[in-house]
């Protein structure tokens, strides 16, 4: 099995930046691509970046793209989200994802850690 923790979340400025982290234990050799999910409050799960197992390949959400970063150290089996000109919008609980090799779901998720944005 696969374990996900979130870290790096707290209250931010708008226009400010943001590290989050995610670090993955377990069989990590089992994880494929990896994905940054956020949920606003009182909204449904967002989808906000994917990033291949290699981290050659990223995939941003139209909205947040040159904004948001995805990069990925799997010598350290973590994945990073590097959030900059930060809005009130992005306040949310930011989850990661794994996708595990031979399937097409994410089938591994973290607890989240939280983002405030204030204006």
């Known amino acids: 099995q696969v374990e996900l923790v979130e870290s790096g979340g707290g209250l931010v400025e708008a226009g400010g930046s943001l590290m989050l982290s995610c670090v993955a234990s377990?069989?990590?050799?089992?994880?494929?691509?990896m994905a940054w999910f956020r949920q606003a409050p009182g909204k449904g799960r967002e989808f906000v970046g994917r990033i291949s197992r290699s981290g050659r390949e990223e995939n941003y959400a139209v909205s947040l793209a040159g904004r948001f970063t995805i990069s990925r150290d799997n010598s350290k089996d973590t994945m990073y989200l590097h959030m900059n000109t930060l809005k009130p919008d992005d306040t949310g609980v930011y989850y990661c994802?794994?996708?595990?090799?031979?399937?097409?779901?994410?089938?591994?998720w973290g607890r989240g850690t939280a983002v405030t944005v204030s204006s």
């Open positions: 377990g069989r990590t050799s089992s994880i494929a691509s």
């Open positions: 994802a794994a996708q595990g090799r031979g399937s097409g779901e994410y089938s591994y």
